[in-house]
């Protein structure tokens, strides 16, 4: 089980992540944009992070490439959370660091399966 | 208080068959009166009240219950008795009161606290045949309890304190 | 418990509530032509998690609706089209079927289909007239061909380890379509003194043997995240279906286009933004219901009566042990005061909720009247209590539409009076001494008080011979009567007059002014109290019985000797006060006290006020002046004339809160 920081903007969307995950044992942590993201995964330690890619304040991918910038988490997986299936916002986010996607909508399952690759 | 009593009595008690309900049983001058259990929230000693002005001599007036404001009515005046002054029986029944305009809580002064009484639909008998010196809408039926009749009270009527605004009687 | 979905579900349809009040105040900042990128942005970024939410919780109307606006949202975004009015007013339909969507998802309620239909063609319009830029949708037929036996060539980039990818993670998951032989080549593995331990230098050869034929798709799947990371080749081994040539995917690009792109929007950005302030940000907030405020709040009436009640334990002669007790009690008391405010300040909301809702209504009354009015916002972040803003919205809803109507004239009028042809209306909130200030002004006509002067004495309201100053002519028009009938235009409408609106502002403990100039405009100020649930209140004795009288209508308080209170048949009419005679209520005999009064001397007299009427309440001594909960007697009783509420005092028992308007009304009638 892992340490899961979940970052976005939509209470409802975090809420369900971070309750889907919780259910399967894992401690997850969240933050309502990016910047809050980055000053929490930068005063603490995540397994992994869970980021949507629009947010105000600071976008997802600023913060993948803010957390690329930072030794602790240059391997940690970094998952975009993402209704743009366009290919644009995946090379984006790839390209500033991101492991992989999700898209919008995803069912509680669909994450879960996903999550527990990624940490294993 | 007599009402610690009475609620080991209904604490020994079966509930009964399906349509037997419970009603607390209480004292009135001469006569015996009754409510339906589920309606009483508190049984309280007596306590002196705030009165409102321009309310009918019935509103004894206001009480604190935990920070609600309650009304207070004298059972005794509004059932058209004689007015008597609280004794050491004297209690105040905080009862849950459906309105027109949603469900409220009152409170009413009786003289006295008798008993947890049962009572079945088939035993309550029509109040028409008695001449019982109150307004009817107030009496749900008549019971007869150890050949002591009992007035079962209709609750909702008897505490609509604005009645007198729809019932011009 | 309640299910947890469900749960989000709320959630979502508070935010989208949020969501939608949001792109309706970005739209009603546009001022076209110039539009600024952010607010672009951001109403792009409220639709698009409209539209995510709504497809997550599988509402999927209102994610159909929300993705066809997210795509118009998205070309404007991208410097494909540009804002203009047909998109603006496109726009503002869209909130509304947003809405109904969204009650339609919360409450069940109807939906007009051929509403949602008909603006949902316009949107689409709008897009097909910008040609259909977006790019084909990866179409490209998805290769069918599958097999039992695949060869797969995986060869990640040198860097795949710093995205947080480990290529092993793939090659498991690749095991779970079937049996799997892994081959290393670790040829590529420099010499150690080149080795760099954050790069990857493995290639890997797998054969999958599946037992059911698995198709190209399904490993472009496995690797979908890499991509563009590694050389992907996928060879079948025994083709069920003829194969195609190895399909290799691009290779990465060789730089992201990212930044570039975001630089440039900067520039963009920063050379149209107008003097035009963005919007703030909201703070950082909890949903909570406005129950459970009321529950503590009650909670902590409850706390400050029985502080109060431990601090009548006073008597330290005969305990002097007391001393520390009382330290103690001191300091409960500041703590409880400390409490008291700070849960009241939860109830406390921005006036900006009740203010917001205006510029969207001027907007849609100016369109139909053919008016040009600007409405200008001040003090917005004002705060009051959540009662008193749902209390305001009627009345000020009223005077706005007043002051369209009403004050600003038509353009053409405007230009001829040498007014610019756009009105402006004004809405200012401020704190002033423990009360809540709001001015509704405009620069229209003003009030004409020859006008209003003939139209009361025709409406009988003041005799022709009655002389009144200009300020009283004004205020005629919140006599009742005045302003029903003939103002009930379809926007006035309701035959709601001025009188309503003055007694709703007076009904909340407040009241009401106008100044007005001839040619110039007319400001309304309204002024109440920060809170409803909380009064300043001067208790007072009446015959054994207590009352309270809020502090914010007492004038003050004197002891007028028997002999200079004029009497009529035994009772007590008036005494002159500060030159004038003003009436005066034995408060006594105004409720029937049935209580002789113990004391004796001189009355007292409290002198207060409403609506600038003076009246002397006359009792018998005063109490304390304290902060009083104001509680209901509607709840489980009824309303009663001439009383505003109840409250719970120190030692427990209720006390009856004077409405000092009402009583003062009593006195006019009879």
């Known amino acids: 089980m892992g340490k899961i920081l979940t970052v976005d903007d939509s209470v409802s969307m975090r809420s369900m992540v971070s309750f889907t995950l919780r259910e399967q044992g894992h401690e997850v942590d969240e933050a309502e944009n990016g910047q809050e993201g980055l000053d929490k995964a930068s005063a603490d330690h995540y397994d992994l992070v869970i980021s949507d890619v629009n947010m105000p304040v600071m976008d997802g991918i600023e913060l993948i490439k803010r957390l690329r910038a930072n030794e602790k988490y240059r391997f940690t997986p970094i998952l975009m959370l993402t209704t743009e299936s366009g290919l644009d916002k995946k090379q984006e986010g790839k390209a500033a660091g991101a492991t992989g996607w999700i898209v919008k909508p995803f069912d509680p399952a669909k994450l879960t399966a996903v999550v527990s690759k990624v940490l294993k | 208080m007599g009402d610690a009593k009475e609620m080991a009595v209904l604490d020994e008690e079966p509930t009964g068959g399906s349509d037997v309900r419970e009603w607390l049983s209480f004292r009135l001058g001469k006569l015996d009166y009754a409510v339906d259990i589920l309606r009483v929230l508190e049984i309280r000693v007596w306590e002196s009240t705030t009165r409102i002005p321009y309310s009918s001599p019935f509103v004894q007036g206001l009480i604190n219950l935990r920070g609600a404001i309650v009304p207070v009515i004298d059972l005794r005046l509004r059932l058209g008795l004689s007015a008597k002054q609280p004794d050491g029986e004297t209690v105040i029944l905080v009862l849950n009161v459906e309105h027109p305009q949603g469900s409220r809580t009152l409170a009413m002064i009786v003289d006295q606290i008798q008993d947890v009484i049962e009572v079945s639909g088939s035993d309550v008998r029509s109040a028409d045949r008695f001449n019982l010196n109150i307004n009817e809408r107030f009496v749900y039926g008549l019971m007869d309890v150890n050949s002591n009749m009992t007035v079962l009270l209709d609750i909702d009527t008897v505490l609509d304190v604005d009645d007198s605004e729809r019932h011009a009687s | ?670």
């Open chain 3, 1 to 670: 418990m309640t299910d947890p979905m469900e749960r989000f579900r709320n959630v979502f349809f508070e935010e989208s509530a949020e969501a939608i009040d949001a792109i309706e105040q970005h739209l009603l900042s546009i001022a076209l032509p110039n539009v600024d990128n952010e607010v672009i942005h951001d109403i792009f970024r409220s639709a698009h998690s409209l539209k995510g939410g709504s497809a997550t919780f599988g509402m999927t109307r209102l994610a159909e609706f929300t993705h066809v606006m997210e795509t118009l949202l998205d070309s404007l975004r991208n410097g494909e089209r540009s804002m203009d009015q047909d998109i603006v007013d496109c726009l503002f339909s869209c909130l509304d079927t947003l809405r109904s969507l969204v009650s339609h998802y919360q409450y069940g309620d109807e939906i007009d289909g051929q509403k949602v239909d008909s603006v949902r063609h316009t949107l689409e319009g709008l897009l097909s007239s910008s040609a259909a830029t977006a790019p084909a949708q990866a179409a490209s037929a998805i290769d069918e061909d599958s097999s039992l036996q695949w060869q797969i060539t995986f060869i990640p980039e040198r860097d795949v380890l710093k995205t947080g990818n480990e290529p092993l993670r793939y090659i498991e998951e690749l095991a779970e379509l079937g049996t799997i032989t892994v081959e290393v080549n670790t040829n590529a593995i420099p010499s150690l003194s080149e080795l760099e331990p954050t790069a990857l230098h493995l290639q890997w050869h797998i054969t999958l043997d599946a037992s059911a034929p698995v198709a190209r798709q399904d490993l472009a799947d496995v690797f979908m995240w890499l991509e563009d990371e590694a050389e992907l080749i996928f060879t079948p081994l025994t083709p069920a279906i003829p194969s195609v040539a190895p399909v290799s995917p691009l290779p990465a690009p060789a730089e992201a286009p990212a930044a570039p792109a975001t630089a440039q929007n900067e520039a963009t950005a920063s050379a149209t933004t107008p003097a035009k302030e963005t919007p703030k940000r909201t703070q950082q907030s909890i949903r909570v219901d406005l129950a459970k405020i009321d529950s503590l709040i009650n909670l902590l009436g409850e706390l400050v009566i029985t502080q109060s009640m431990l601090s009548t334990f006073s008597d330290l002669d005969q305990y002097p042990e007391l001393q520390r007790l009382q330290q103690g009690l001191g300091q409960l008391e500041r703590h409880t005061r400390d409490l008291q405010d700070g849960v009241m300040q939860i109830r406390m909301l921005p006036i900006d909720f009740c203010f917001s809702r205006f510029p969207r209504m001027v907007r849609d009354i100016c369109k139909s009247l053919g008016k040009e009015i600007r409405v200008d916002i001040v003090g917005e972040t004002t705060e009051v209590d959540k009662t008193v803003i749902e209390e305001l919205t009627d009345p000020l809803v009223h005077l706005v539409r007043n002051s369209i109507d009403h004050g600003i004239e038509r353009p053409d009028v405007r230009e001829e009076n040498g007014k610019p042809r756009t009105g402006v209306l004004t809405l200012k909130a401020f704190h002033q001494v423990g009360n809540i200030v709001i001015e509704v002004s405009d620069d229209g006509a003003g009030l004409n008080a020859d006008k209003l002067r003939k139209k009361a004495i025709e409406k009988g309201l003041i005799s022709a011979s009655s002389v009144l100053n200009e300020q009283a002519v004004h205020e005629l028009i919140f006599a009742p009567g005045f302003s029903t009938a003939e103002q009930v235009t379809d926007l006035s409408g309701r035959g709601v007059g001025m009188d309503v609106v003055k007694r709703n502002i007076q009904g909340l403990g407040g009241h009401i002014d106008v100044r007005s100039t001839l040619g110039k405009g007319t400001t309304f100020s309204i002024r109440l109290p920060l809170t409803l649930s909380i009064l300043d209140g001067q208790l007072v004795k009446v015959h054994g019985e207590t009352y309270v009288i809020p502090m914010l209508s007492i004038i003050e308080s004197i002891q007028v000797p028997q002999d200079k209170i004029n009497q009529v048949e035994g009772k007590d009419v008036s005494f002159k006060w500060r030159g004038e005679f003003i009436p005066v209520l034995d408060l006594a005999k105004t409720f029937h006290c049935p209580r002789e009064s113990s004391f004796e001397g001189d009355p007292l007299i409290v002198v207060v006020e409403s609506d600038n009427r003076q009246c002397g309440l006359m009792v018998d001594e005063l109490a304390n002046h304290q902060q009083v909960v104001v509680k209901s007697l509607e709840a489980n009783y009824k309303r009663v004339d001439e009383l505003s509420g109840a409250t719970i005092l120190g030692d427990g028992t209720v006390a009856l809160i004077l409405d000092v308007g009402a009583l003062i009304q009593r006195v006019k009638v009879h």
